[in-house]
Each structure stands twice: as C-alpha cells, then as structure tokens.
C-alpha cells in the first residue's frame, strides 16, 4: 500500500512536471533571441540593433532594491568596462513593476544609476514584456548573446561569478569566462549556472 | 514544543548539531545556526515518516516576509500530525546579527531557523531542486521518499492543500 501510494505520488510529481515543462520557459543556451525596444533612463528608446559595432552583448536582469543585485552592481561596472572595448557591452533591464516595487520607479533607476555611475544603459521593461521572451527569473540573473550571421544567439544564462557576498573570494567568474571563450573563439565551458535572487516583482 | 524538542533531538542522534532544546525559547540570548549545504542537506533528506516544509527566505524578500506566517501558522497547526517547518534564511552572513537574528526576535518566530552561509550556489542550487532558478520565495515539501519543489509564494489556504497529500 505504501509503494503504490508513493508510486502515485512519484507519477504525478512526473505529470505535473512534464505539463511545467511544456510552458514558455524563455530562452535556453543555443536560442536566438528576438531584438527589443526599451527605454532608457536618459529617455531614449534603446535596440541591441543600435550597437553596430558589438559583437554581443551582457544582459543583465537587475534592479535597485534586490540585495543581491546591489551587491553585484559594482562587478556590472566592471564588466562594462572590460568588455565593452572588445565588443560586449553590458546592457542592464529593470524588470520589476514599481506598482509591486516602488523603489524600482524609473525616476529611482535615474537616481540609482546617477549614484553608481553606470556607465551601460539602463533600460525600462515598461509592461513586463521582454524578461518573460527571456525567461529571467530573478534579479540578477545575466544572459550572454553573440551577433551570429543568422541573429543573435544566447550563449550563457546564469550567474555572475560564484560569490554574491564577497568579490574578493570569487573562484570562478562564470560571465567572464563565457565572454573570453566567445572573444577567442572556443566553446564556452559553463554555459548554464544557477544563483540566488529576488523574485521578479510582478 | 514538545514535538520540536524531539525534532532536535533527532537531528543530534545523525551527529548534524547537538541538541539544545532551551535555544528557541529563550529570547535573550538568541542563536540562529549558520550552516553550510552540507549541513542543510541533511536536513532535506530525514527519512524518518515526518513531513518537512523547507522555506527558503530572507528578511529583505518581501514576498518571503509576506508569506512568513503563513509557515508559522502551519508549524502550529500541524505539529501534531507529524510535520515540522524550517526556516532557511539566505540573508548576507554579515546581516546575522545586525538583521536577522533581530527580526527573528521581534516577529517570536516559532519555526526552526537556519542560516545558510553557502556561496557556491550554483553547486548547491540544483541539489535543492532541478527546478529552482534561484529565485526566493522558494519552498520545499518532503516525506521521506515523496518531495515537492515550489518556487512560488503561499497563501496559506495554497500552503495546506499542497501539504495534505503528504500526510494521507
């Protein structure tokens, strides 16, 4: 009796996640991705289509009010400038709703933005329309797309680097690596990585 | 109480922590243990007929304040039907003192609360669910054999309909 009630219960665990599986997930590593149109805090609607010259790009889904983004706003910066000379901007969404959020309004990302001194766009996801085609989840969570002849594919989903509370203590800095490897032309070891965040606010 | 005491003390018998029944109780000199996924691992898997709920939150995460009564409240409801909820919290390690064990204090959380002080998430993560992208709230159910990941927020009327197929 205690077999076939666990038996029902691992059967329906099964069920349940094949019918999960079958939603909209959002992007996975080998996808193309569609372009977008957001705002950005200077007020200009900003596409990956207007960097000409990039030969990617660093997504990253984050926010002013996530403890785990705030920690990694300053390792954002520096991405930004390592690679955006080689071709990898970084490119930063905002996609809570500030009904659920006040403290993501797009009058605080201006002042949040102006207090780091970002130094990438900071872009708006008015209507929460594009994290879901990406299928971001939480703040930070980063995506690595590559300018392919057929578009732009996804090559990493993830995390950062494998220390949230402490940069000087990170081993592994899984976005960078991903970003050399496309820079050199090898295949990127880690292309999928999981981290701790705060929810999207919907 | 008396059913928490014993949980602890089942934890001790596996050489996890040592038991300290008077921890909980006594608001002055309040601990939160700290501990690695080691640890917390095997406190996901006590294959011992009682239901978990494992709550992973932080003090920061609105929904996962939110919903903090929720687990609270089931705690109480059905301590006598064998289940027991944990609280694991992923605040910064530096916040222990200075913010969670605080507002352990000021809401009287009955609950058992960890501290997980793990940065290699990305090792840990997939253990605690294939499912889970990272994001918190995020919940687990087990009995022994039988387990349910959620990465989602409750209310508690949601909370108890996914606990009653764990105690038929």
């Not at chain 1, 490119?91 to 933005?113: C, Q, V, W, Y």
């Not at chain 1, 209507?127 to 392919?148: C, D, E, N, S």
């Not at chain 2, 090792?123 to 087990?142: L, R």
Request: net charge negative.
């Amino acid at each position: 009796m205690k077999i076939h009630s666990t038996l029902i219960a691992v059967i329906s665990v099964l069920a349940l996640s094949a019918f999960t599986n079958d939603l909209d997930k959002g992007y996975q590593v080998g996808d193309h991705a569609e372009d977008f149109s957001l705002m950005n805090i200077d007020g200009k609607m900003v596409s990956l289509s207007d960097f000409e010259a990039a030969k990617g790009f660093i997504i990253t889904f984050t926010c002013n009010t996530c403890p785990y983004a705030v920690a990694y706003e300053d390792r954002i910066i520096a991405l930004d400038q390592k690679y955006k000379g080689k071709g990898y901007p970084v490119i930063a969404i905002n996609p809570n709703n500030p009904k659920a959020k006040p403290g993501d309004s797009f009058e605080a990302m201006k002042t949040r933005a102006a207090e780091k001194g970002f130094t990438f766009p900071y872009l708006f996801d008015d209507g929460q329309k594009v994290y879901p085609r990406f299928g971001a989840t939480r703040t930070p969570h980063m995506y690595i797309l590559q300018k392919t002849e057929d578009g732009l594919q996804v090559k990493y989903i993830g995390a950062i680097d494998d220390n949230y509370g402490d940069a000087d203590a990170v081993e592994t800095r899984y976005v960078e690596d991903a970003v050399d490897a496309l820079l050199d032309g090898r295949p990127i070891e880690v292309a999928n990585t999981k981290a701790i965040g705060c929810s999207i606010k919907v | 109480m008396a059913c928490k005491e014993a949980s602890r003390g089942a934890i001790a018998e596996e050489g996890v922590v040592a038991a300290n029944p008077g921890e909980a109780s006594s608001d002055a000199d309040l601990k939160v243990r700290s501990v690695d996924f080691k640890v917390l691992e095997s406190m996901l898997h006590q294959d011992n007929g009682k239901t978990y709920v494992v709550n992973f939150w932080a003090t920061w995460c609105a929904p996962c304040v939110k919903e903090l009564p929720h687990f609270e409240k089931l705690n109480e409801q059905y301590a006598h039907q064998n289940v027991e909820v944990i609280l694991v919290s992923l605040d910064f390690p530096k916040m222990l003192e200075s913010q969670l064990i605080p507002f352990v204090k000021k809401r009287n959380l009955r609950s058992e609360v960890i501290h997980l002080n793990d940065p290699k998430q990305n090792t840990w993560i997939p253990k605690v669910s294939q499912d889970w992208s990272g994001a918190i709230p995020a919940t687990v159910i087990y009995k022994d054999g039988q387990r349910k990941f959620y990465e989602r927020s409750f209310t508690y009327n949601e909370l108890e309909n996914e606990l009653k197929p764990f105690l038929q």
